[in-house]
């Protein structure tokens, strides 16, 4: 059984900055693409950030140039770095990745964790 268990939201004024983290845990031979994700109330899941397991990244318009993903694979985490945040980056964020439980890889999701931006 794989997990992916979030931290680091809450609630950050507007140029603020917060970090995510995810860490998986269970039956995890290897990783490929971790993700973060995000839905705002009223809206559909959105892709925020994209790291590869070569260290390739992708960003959403949205948050380039203000958000870094990252990830460490000696601990099967991946952080991802909010600053200069707004208030339309209010919304539950979540992690995802791909893993290889040395038998079949499959597709992941955390919980989700609340990030609110409000003064």
């Known amino acids: 059984q794989v997990q992916l268990l979030e931290s680091g939201g809450g609630l950050v004024q507007p140029g603020g900055s917060l970090r995510l983290s995810c860490a998986a845990s269970?039956?995890?031979?290897?990783?490929?693409?971790m993700d973060w994700y995000r839905q705002a109330p009223g809206k559909e899941r959105e892709l925020v950030a994209r790291?590869?397991?070569?260290?390739?990244?992708n960003y959403a318009d949205s948050v380039k140039g203000r958000f870094t993903i990252s990830r460490d694979n000696a601990k099967n985490t991946v952080y991802l770095q909010m600053n200069s945040l707004k208030p339309e980056d209010t919304a539950v964020y979540y992690c995802h990745a791909e893993i290889f439980n040395s038998v079949y890889t499959g597709s992941y999701w955390g919980q989700g964790t609340q990030v609110t931006v409000s003064s």
């Open positions: 269970g039956s995890v031979f290897s990783i490929n693409a």
């Open positions: 790291i590869r397991s070569g260290g390739s990244s």
